[in-house]
């Protein structure tokens, strides 16, 4: 399979002289399209760190990121920003919905952030919101839905761009476990359905089993 994703030598400490501290030392690891892959490994060890480097939310102290060959972190903020918000959707333990709008409404906003008509944006997020379960939960602000609605409501918001990326953080931490059971298969499913790449961070190992490939984190190396 072709690769997609390249980390080549990548380092990350933080903070400098005596309280230097090194998280992540000389990572090399690539990832193919439509992959599936868990991040795994003890607390601290800087499984989240990696997610953010992956996902251009955080620079790397030395090494490259490379998607489709280019080396991201050579663009500018601006740039980067553009090809994070148009590549990359990101779900995390908390879902971080607007509680004053709607469930399309979340949905719609990174398209109106793209620039992207109303009628357009509104099309997607509802297209998207059924592929996710949640036809007939259009109109229903987050205090109105389960914790699981929520999270699939995160998902929906995360894939509306159709990006070629899916980043998770604990996607299903703040859920119980059968909820989070079908978030995780929903996520299985858009993989199937969309052949997006997906790389999630998970403490839970019986979720971690279910992924094709685990990346275990120890002391700032990366082994799988």
Same mark, same amino acid.
């Given at each position: 399979?072709?690769?997609?994703?390249?980390?080549?030598?990548?380092?990350?400490?933080?903070? @400098?002289?005596? =309280?230097?501290?090194?998280?992540?030392?000389?990572?090399?690891?690539?990832?193919?399209?439509?992959?599936?892959?868990?991040?795994?490994?003890?607390?601290?060890?800087?499984?989240?760190?990696?997610?953010?480097?992956?996902?251009?939310?955080?620079?790397?102290?030395?090494?490259?990121?490379?998607?489709?060959?280019?080396? /991201?972190?050579?663009?500018?903020?601006?740039?980067?920003?553009?090809?994070?918000?148009?590549? /990359?959707?990101?779900?995390?333990?908390?879902?971080?919905?607007?509680?004053?709008?709607?469930?399309?409404?979340?949905?719609?906003?990174?398209?109106? /952030?793209?620039?992207?008509? +109303?009628?357009?944006?509104?099309?997607?997020?509802?297209?998207?919101?059924?592929?996710?379960?949640?036809?007939?939960?259009?109109?229903?602000?987050?205090?109105?839905?389960?914790?699981?609605?929520?999270?699939?409501?995160?998902?929906?918001?995360?894939?509306?761009?159709?990006?070629?990326?899916?980043?998770?953080?604990?996607?299903?931490? @703040?859920?119980?476990?059968?909820?989070?059971?079908?978030?995780?298969?929903?996520?299985?499913?858009? @993989?199937?359905? =969309?052949?997006? +790449?997906? /790389?999630?961070? +998970?403490?839970?190992? @019986?979720?971690?089993?279910?992924?094709?490939?685990?990346?275990?984190?120890?002391?700032?190396?990366?082994?799988?």
């Amino acid at each position: 399979m072709k690769e997609f994703i390249q980390v080549q030598h990548l380092f990350k400490s933080f903070g @400098n002289g005596a =309280k230097k501290v090194e998280v992540l030392r000389g990572i090399d690891l690539t990832f193919s399209r439509g992959e599936k892959a868990a991040i795994v490994g003890a607390s601290g060890v800087g499984k989240t760190t990696l997610l953010h480097i992956l996902g251009t939310l955080d620079r790397p102290t030395a090494g490259k990121v490379l998607y489709e060959g280019k080396d /991201i972190f050579t663009l500018n903020e601006k740039d980067l920003a553009l090809f994070r918000n148009r590549e /990359i959707g990101f779900v995390f333990q908390f879902h971080h919905l607007l509680p004053e709008f709607t469930a399309l409404e979340n949905t719609i906003m990174p398209c109106l /952030i793209q620039g992207m008509s +109303t009628k357009e944006a509104t099309l997607r997020a509802e297209a998207i919101l059924t592929l996710v379960g949640l036809k007939d939960r259009l109109s229903h602000k987050p205090g109105e839905l389960s914790g699981g609605e929520q999270q699939r409501v995160a998902v929906a918001r995360a894939l509306v761009l159709e990006p070629k990326i899916l980043l998770a953080d604990e996607p299903t931490g @703040n859920l119980d476990s059968k909820t989070g059971e079908s978030v995780f298969a929903l996520l299985h499913e858009l @993989n199937r359905l =969309k052949n997006v +790449t997906i /790389i999630i961070v +998970t403490h839970n190992p @019986n979720l971690a089993a279910q992924m094709p490939r685990q990346v275990i984190l120890t002391d700032g190396k990366a082994s799988g």
